[in-house]
């Protein structure tokens, strides 16, 4: 039997996990995992990834019989040269949207933004709108920002920021990325 905290005992917390490293997704999954494993609902919105990139987070999460749930709203990565700015626009407002309504109905314990610090810092999305939502989380719901280049304001607003700093990357010397560590 899970000891559940009740959620008018618990503190929400918007959590930033920012930095030109590897690493930012990979630590909000592995809050994801501790959450579930206390019985909560999760949902991640990935707004840069897009439905056609496969990972390893989406395929878990679809194989597990837990409230866990991966949505990948993105057009792609951001370097991909044939996905134009008005693309990557209209994925990062629909991923928003469906974000916003998570967050103002409450729909679940922890909601990762994967990869929103990128939209925001690209000025896919109003930051003041942006902020305006997240103020009206539920007191008990905990939020988590990824992606490089977190803005100023963002900062500002979040009551846990993390800087991930590459130190060394093995793309450097030409390996490329892998299944089951960058994907």
Not at 50 to 73: H, R, W, Y
Not at 86 to 93: F, L, N, P, S, V
Not at 107 to 122: F, S, W
Request: proline share 2%; charged share 25%; glycine share 8%.
């Amino acid at each position: 039997m899970l000891n559940k905290i009740a959620k008018d005992k618990r503190h929400g917390l918007l959590i930033n996990i920012t930095g030109n490293g590897k690493g930012k997704t990979t630590s909000a999954f592995g809050t994801a995992l501790r959450a579930l494993g206390w019985g909560w609902k999760v949902t991640a919105i990935q707004f840069v990834k897009s439905g056609s990139t496969a990972t390893g987070e989406k395929q878990l999460a679809e194989s597990l019989d837990l409230p866990f749930e991966v949505i990948t709203m993105g057009a792609g990565f951001t370097w991909n040269r044939k996905i134009t700015e008005d693309e990557h626009i209209q994925c990062a407002k629909d991923a928003w949207q469906l974000a916003s309504d998570y967050i103002i109905n409450g729909k679940v314990d922890l909601l990762i933004l994967d990869e929103l610090n990128i939209a925001l810092d690209k000025k896919w999305l109003d930051v003041a709108e942006i902020i305006e939502v997240l103020k009206q989380r539920p007191p008990w719901m905990h939020l988590i920002i990824t992606g490089r280049n977190a803005i100023d304001e963002i900062i500002e607003v979040s009551n846990l920021v993390s800087e991930i700093k590459e130190v060394k990357h093995p793309f450097n010397t030409g390996i490329i990325a892998q299944q089951g560590i960058e994907f």
